[in-house]
DNA sequence: ATAGAAACTTTACGCGCGGAAAAAATAAGT
DNA sequence: ACTTATTTTTTCCGCGCGTAAAGTTTCTAT
């Protein structure tokens, strides 16, 4: 049971009795062969274990097999989730997603993109830092290679944007907030990393006034994509200081949130519905840990799975079509109200 | 301004009046050529914005200069943020890093296994999964690919090992729950993914037994990775069947550990060192959220700086080495014991 | 000035594959 | 059995770079 070892295309063609090209063209296309000798090719790999050389491969081919998806922070689990969904779809499409995450800072969004044209990928999946990004650079790269946003827009870039529909999601959470109690005031960073940030927040301020209630926005100091320990310490500062102008808070984002609560629980001040509790909270993102505060958190949820089908499915037609499409498209999927007990 | 582009090293080398060779060569080692010259092609470079072709780099070079890091669920924050650090050693060393989850599956890793393969890494750091592992495939990967394992050890695979000492986590955590009130029972999954659930248990036990105490195992049922839902589910079942056998619980993991509490809160039991609480809990890892658990968490907390650092300048060592050491070794950092108010 | 070392150029081959073109073999249909 | 369409083989060239060998230029030190 010991084959002499394969060494590349052409003597795997002649251990399998075919010519190289033929071979060749089977592993661009396995249905391009005639099923006799596609059964002798796959017979052969089953017993050499043979694979094409994947640089050679990217060398020779004008397009690769590779998929960049690049987040802004991995460390975050919304992202990690919606990476994973992505991934799933590319192995699935016979791609090879190469994942890579910008952990919050524009030099490293910048070297990630550096990097990733030096990959020639088929295309790619991009969910920038957001105000963080560099503009320019950004541009520039999606001149080179089919790229598709996804989560945070940028006005123009890409070819195609594929994210959540904000003033769904505020629009639900203020509405629920409003119908159950009293309206909420907004609790959000005062420099915001990401544009949904923004978006929400002139959501926000656009339903209160349908409404026919004064917004309250609430921002609090902090920089960077430490929102928990961001919203805990404003939090914190906030409630110190009394006077918070309502008894609902909607946060904008779950992270912010979880800071927000763990800063009540230290004040001793009970969030929720009930009788004894002084506030409600509830935010927007249900993020994988949100069922798991204290309270567990009303929130709106994206529809992680359309988000990561939508975008993948708009690449592949992208790369189809050649790598451009005549108009630029933004699909953006409406938010599920989640109630759980923290409002 | 409109240069010509370049196609290759050899434009760029007759762009920079030089000949390939010689530009070659400054790309596999700029100090390998002299500054005058050094100094012809960086402003070149900086003139033309070449840099070399990936794919046949990879092709002819002997080793290449990817690094794999394959972990075993990138949605856990834990190991998202071992890889950052990871990834930024590699780069800083002029490595490619490329990272990998198996999201918690078994055939996952083994195809991110078979992928690297492909890729001809210069090395490769692998968290395994652990039992989910098929210990035989990691093997044979092994054989193939220098690897230095982490976080998750498997009896004699790989060159070397980097971890965490569990024995360091538990007997902490152990000896702060007993010194400042009653000794601990152990909160785990009946059948844990990862091998330092077993140390752990098994640390529990030897500190107890040398503080003279009866050690109390609490199992709870369920599978796959979603651990605070498992402990959610578990602490429920546990708290409302009463009895739980002492008044301090000490948690595997973090994510159990978050599950627990929000399990606590929902029946409304108090957990803390304060007088009105009826339960300190404590745990390990010091995962990023556990600072903003109701309340904040006391966990033995990884040296996740320790650890990175060295699986990296092991893996270099070994790749230094030719792909192999003398002898396996295994490298455990202690615990550092972080006191919050849970316990 | 001169020998010797160091750096560079020239030339050439190899890596493993994609892919084109023409010839040969095989299959399908009447 | 014969034509026709399809598939495979043969024979090439090209991709962009690593790298070796031999010859030439440039630097360094006496």
Redesign the interface.
């Known amino acids: 049971m010991t084959h002499q070892k394969i060494r590349n295309m052409e003597e795997f063609a002649a251990a399998s009795g075919l010519s190289r090209p033929t071979v060749s063209k089977y592993f661009n296309d396995p249905g391009s062969v005639r099923p006799s000798t596609r059964e002798r090719i796959e017979a052969a790999i089953e017993k050499y274990d043979y694979?094409p050389?994947?640089?050679?491969i990217?060398?020779n081919r004008k397009l690769t097999k590779n998929i960049g998806i690049v987040v802004p922070h991995?460390?975050?689990?919304f992202f990690?989730?919606i990476?994973?969904k992505i991934?799933q779809r590319c192995?699935e499409a016979g791609f090879?997603p190469?994942?890579?995450?910008a952990?919050g800072e524009k030099k490293h969004e910048n070297?990630i993109l550096d990097?990733l044209r030096?990959?020639?990928p088929a295309g790619v999946l991009l969910a920038p830092l957001g105000r963080a990004s560099d503009r320019a650079e950004i541009e520039k790269f999606c001149r080179d290679v089919p790229t598709v946003l996804f989560d945070s827009n940028i006005d123009g870039l890409g070819e195609a944007f594929v994210g959540s529909d904000n003033f769904s999601f505020v629009s639900q959470t203020v509405e629920y907030l409003t119908r159950s109690g009293e309206p909420p005031s907004f609790f959000e960073m005062r420099t915001p990393a990401n544009p949904n940030a923004n978006k929400r927040r002139l959501a926000y301020i656009q339903m209160m006034e349908r409404l026919g209630f004064e917004p309250h926005v609430i921002k609090v100091d902090g920089e960077g994509w430490e929102f928990?320990?961001i919203g805990?310490r404003g939090a914190l500062k906030v409630l110190k200081a009394g006077g918070l102008p309502t008894n609902a808070i909607l946060c904008s984002n779950d992270r912010l949130a979880?800071?927000f609560?763990?800063a009540c629980?230290?004040l001793e001040i009970r969030v929720g519905r009930g009788e004894d509790c002084a506030l409600r909270v509830a935010s927007n993102d249900d993020h994988?840990?949100s069922?798991?505060?204290?309270?567990?958190l009303t929130t709106a949820a994206h529809d992680y799975d359309s988000v990561a089908n939508c975008s993948v499915e708009t690449l592949f037609e992208l790369i189809e079509n050649g790598g451009s499409f005549q108009r630029r498209t933004e699909t953006l999927f409406p938010a599920r109200l989640v109630l759980r007990s923290s409002a």
């Not at 050389?53 to 050679?56: G, Q, R």
């Not at 190469?98 to 995450?101: A, I, K, N, R």
Request: proline residues 9%; aromatic residues 16%.
């Open positions: 694979r050389n994947i640089f050679a990217n060398q991995l460390a975050d689990p990690a989730e990476a994973r991934e192995i090879w190469m994942l890579f995450s952990y070297d990097s030096s990959l020639r928990e320990e805990k979880i800071g609560l763990s629980y230290d994988p840990f069922k798991f505060t204290c309270p567990p």
